[in-house]
């Protein structure tokens, strides 16, 4: 029986990236999945962190840029792997229509399928938009039945991994429950956020929310799941692991 270990984390775009780098050099997962990097983003002193993540754990990886309306930064979702990807994809879930807003950005979902000593597995990651008091409006709706659409023909062996932006109970998290399994840990543990944040009257400066998931499809065995500790970015990891 086969034992892996997936990482979930938003590592946030201001976050040194060596920091992010250590971090998981020393929490090494066999799969990792992170939102928030960042491409030509002069706080990073333009590093290319999708790719200096992968060189510095030596694992496989595949991402998609994300532009913004008239930055030159990009960001990135990517799933980092000790195994071969063996298929890749990307499902534009929102796309920008000028409006602004934080829900009026790209944000896409990313799949991976790999082979794990003869195995195919699929894994999926996703960084939500965000919303006022994270409450969904009609185009995160949208966006969350575009994710259901995305990922609903994955019926075994897959595992989702995102930042949905979202609380539990919310129409978004239980749009995905109906279709996967959440792998833990209880929802009673909080993932954001460690770092002030105040956007539009909404301030947050304690660990009070819980906006990170891990879901599986039933054929994945659960063996532990837990929130990590960290000083580094805004939002707590998720790691789970799993037996196939």
């Known amino acids: 029986m086969k034992r892996l270990s997936i990482l979930k984390w938003n590592v946030w775009y201001l976050e040194d990236i060596h920091n992010i780098a250590e971090f998981l050099s020393e929490n090494k997962a066999d799969i990792i999945c992170l939102q928030e990097l960042t491409i030509n983003f002069d706080k990073q002193a333009n590093v290319h962190t999708p790719n200096y993540i992968a060189e510095k754990l030596g694992y496989h990886v595949y991402f998609q840029e994300i532009t913004f309306a008239d930055k030159e930064m990009k960001q990135a979702n990517a799933v980092l792997s000790k195994y071969p990807i063996l ?8 796309e920008e229509q000028g409006s602004g807003n934080y829900d009026d950005e790209y944000r896409a979902y990313v799949e991976v399928t790999q082979d794990i000593n003869g195995e195919k597995i699929k894994v999926g990651t996703v960084h939500m938009s965000y919303t006022h008091k994270f409450e969904p409006s009609e185009r995160k709706l949208a966006e969350a039945q575009k994710l259901v659409d995305a990922v609903s023909s994955n019926t075994e062996k897959f595992i989702l991994a995102g930042d949905f932006n979202a609380v539990p109970g919310s129409r978004v998290v239980t749009g995905i429950e109906n279709l996967l399994n959440n792998c833990g840990p209880e929802y009673s543990e909080n993932t954001w956020t460690t770092k002030p944040f105040s956007y ?20 994945i065995k659960v063996t532990k799941a837990q929130v990590l500790t960290t000083e580094y970015s805004d939002h707590l990891p998720i790691l789970v692991e799993i037996e196939l």
């Open 87 to 94: 298929d890749s994809r990307t499902v534009w879930i929102n």
């Open 200 to 219: 539009g009257g909404f301030e947050a400066n304690t660990l009070d929310w819980r906006l990170d998931y891990v879901f599986a499809t039933n054929d």
